[in-house]
């Protein structure tokens, strides 16, 4: 069975203070991770994917397939990237399998 | 075209009624999601088309909720004898195949409320 989990429900940080986001999956086979984002009144939003291996505003995450592990993380935090942070997978088909969330402030 | 819109954006039902969303996707994708969203938990897949075709469909999903893309452009998902359990927002997406990295667009969600 395919299987998300996002330990933390909320993360505060200081501006300019580094951020990582945890996301740990359960998969037998071999999973494409993706990161979601939904910025306040907004729609959720693909931030990135591990197959691209591409930073997006700053933004790197990590395929630890030892560690069943796809944390996101960011160097120096800013205000605007205070959002619900999402960590998705997605093993055969198109079955998508959404983690609970983890609500990121970005204190100033 | 300004992406994915759902319809209504809200929508209060009392116990037993049937409901009906419609989902429009962007014009060129081929695939089509519906998902269901409950407070403090992530988007739950629910069904995916691949044009007309439902190709995958939740073992979750109870026989009152069926969906349809007659002609593979717009959707519609309709909950019969609504539950209280079903109040949720219900999500739709779209994407273009190919290359096996399509990126799913989401739209605004329907907020569903049964009384």
């Known amino acids: 069975a395919q299987r998300v989990t996002q330990p933390e429900k909320l993360l505060s940080v200081f501006k300019g203070a580094p951020v990582e986001l945890k996301c740990n999956y359960s998969?037998?086979?071999?999973?494409?991770l993706f990161w979601y984002v939904q910025y306040s009144r907004q729609r959720l939003q693909l931030l990135l994917r591990?197959?691209s291996r591409e930073s997006i505003k700053g933004f790197t995450a990590d395929l630890n397939k030892g560690e069943t592990s796809f944390h996101l993380k960011k160097p120096f935090a800013q205000e605007e990237d205070s959002a619900m942070y999402y960590c998705?997978?997605?093993?055969?088909?198109?079955?998508?399998?959404f983690g609970p969330g983890t609500r990121l402030s970005v204190l100033p | 075209d300004t992406g994915v819109s759902q319809n209504p954006r809200h929508k209060i039902t009392k116990r037993g009624q049937n409901v009906t969303f419609r989902c429009d996707p962007i014009?060129?994708?081929?695939?089509l999601y519906w998902y269901r969203q409950t407070l403090g938990q992530g988007p739950e897949f629910l069904t995916y088309?691949?044009?007309?075709?439902?190709?995958?469909k939740s073992r979750l999903l109870s026989d009152r909720f069926s969906a349809e893309r007659p002609k593979g452009s717009f959707s519609t998902l309709e909950i019969q004898r609504t539950e209280q359990g079903d109040s949720a927002m219900y999500l739709c997406?779209?994407?273009?195949?190919?290359?096996?990295?399509?990126?799913?667009?989401f739209g605004p969600g329907t907020r569903l409320t049964v009384l």
């Open positions: 998705a997978l997605s093993g055969a088909g198109q079955n998508f399998v």
């Open positions: 088309f691949q044009n007309e075709a439902q190709l995958e």
């Open positions: 997406a779209s994407s273009l195949a190919g290359g096996g990295l399509d990126e799913q667009f």
């Open positions: 591990h197959i």
């Open positions: 014009s060129e994708h081929n695939r």
């Open positions: 998969y037998s086979g071999s999973p494409e």
